[in-house]
């Protein structure tokens, strides 16, 4: 298997073949996970801990679900009481972590680059649950897996994202990993919600959604993340829906065969018909879902891997 990270930061430093060997990877779990035994010793003797310093129901879970799945010793740390709420550092809380000797570090942080930070602090391989407006990158990983059995495919599709891309990490690790697969990738929504310099990523913007959506494969909703809104970006949510939620008549505009996507929560009414996000021959939003659990076990397993070469290449030594 051609997979020789430390760490799952981002799907910037990640190799095309890294990508399909998480998902190969993960498209055994999806079968795993479909059977009445749903356990693997795969993290065996390992400590995961759980550090979500936002709130995020469907993502902890995911990871917490995947890690028992794999046999793993599965902690969630409270932050919202935690000692960083007292005062603390992140460096002291990575230090703290250390003497606990956990062996997967599963973060999801407000801040850009708070990932990376405590990576660069602890003795174990840390996933990136989402940081800031950086990256989420088991998300798009999924949302590839996701694409991939939909389509049979990762590659030379015609893939339009959708709506709030200023504030969305989602995005971002969308955008690096199907254009490292070389797919069409088309960012559409409001001027005020797309930042500029996008085209320059090898990206086409469009600000109208029937013309962005034209003959497209794969059409990826956006949550609308009013809380990291610090100003008026949208004039109503109304608004908003007529022009940018995804309804029929606009999706019309894509292939008969496109399939509709969205990383949730959804707002219903706002970014998506209630219709559309509940069609079972064109939504794959609760694929997405099961394609999560799969992903994340993937890419825990393939860590655990090299943490394990790491600790055997250095017990080596010593008895060397």
């Not at 902690?75 to 000692?83: L, R």
């Not at 009013?226 to 109503?236: A, L, V, W, Y």
């Not at 505009?253 to 996507?261: F, L, N, S, T, Y």
């Given at each position: 298997m051609a997979f020789r990270q430390k760490h799952l930061l981002g799907i910037e430093p990640l190799h095309p073949t890294e990508i399909t060997t998480i998902l190969?990877?993960?498209?055994?779990?999806?079968?795993?996970?479909?059977?009445?035994?749903?356990?693997?010793?795969?993290?065996?003797?390992?400590?995961?801990?759980?550090?979500f310093f936002e709130n995020s129901t469907r993502t902890q879970s995911s990871f917490e679900?995947?890690?028992?799945?794999?046999?793993?010793?599965?902690?969630?740390?409270?932050?919202?009481?935690?000692?960083?709420?007292k005062g603390e550092t992140l460096i002291d809380t990575a230090?703290?972590?250390?003497?606990?000797?956990?062996?997967?570090?599963?973060?999801?942080?407000?801040?850009?680059?708070?990932?990376d930070l405590l990576a660069q602090k602890v003795?174990?391989?840390?996933?990136?649950?989402?940081?800031?407006?950086?990256?989420?990158?088991?998300?798009?990983?999924?949302?590839?897996?996701?694409?991939r059995r939909a389509k049979g495919r990762l590659h030379r599709l015609s893939i339009a994202i959708c709506g709030d891309i200023a504030h969305s990490r989602v995005a971002r690790s969308n955008l690096i990993?199907?254009?490292?697969?070389?797919?069409?990738?088309?960012?559409?929504?409001?001027?005020?919600?797309?930042?500029a310099g996008m085209n320059e990523l090898g990206c086409e913007v469009y600000e109208d959604m029937e013309e962005g959506l034209k003959d497209v494969d794969v059409v990826m909703m956006l949550r609308l993340q009013?809380?990291?809104?610090?100003?008026?970006?949208?004039?109503?949510e109304r608004e908003y829906f007529h022009r940018y939620g995804l309804d029929a008549a606009k999706l019309a505009?894509?292939?008969?065969?496109?399939?509709?996507?969205h990383p949730g929560p959804m707002n219903r009414g706002v970014e998506i018909d209630g219709t559309i996000a509940d069609d079972i021959n064109r939504s794959v939003i609760q694929e997405q879902v099961e394609m999560g659990v799969a992903v994340r076990m993937a890419a825990m397993d393939l860590l655990a891997r090299n943490l394990r070469a790491e600790k055997a290449a250095a017990n080596t030594g010593v008895m060397a």
């Open positions: 190969d990877v993960a498209d055994s779990y999806v079968d795993l996970n479909r059977q009445a035994n749903k356990h693997s010793d795969a993290l065996a003797g390992m400590t995961q801990i759980n550090m679900l995947a890690g028992k799945r794999l046999g793993a010793d599965v902690m969630n740390m409270a932050m919202q009481a935690s000692s960083i709420k230090l703290t972590l250390n003497a606990m000797h956990p062996d997967l570090l599963v973060v999801r942080h407000p801040h850009s680059g708070a990932v003795n174990c391989a840390v996933l990136n649950a989402g940081d800031g407006r950086h990256e989420h990158p088991t998300q798009a990983l999924l949302d590839a897996l996701t694409i990993l199907l254009g490292k697969m070389e797919n069409r990738v088309r960012l559409v929504g409001p001027p005020t919600l797309i930042p009013k809380e990291r809104m610090d100003g008026g970006f949208i004039p109503s505009h894509a292939k008969d065969d496109a399939i509709v996507m």
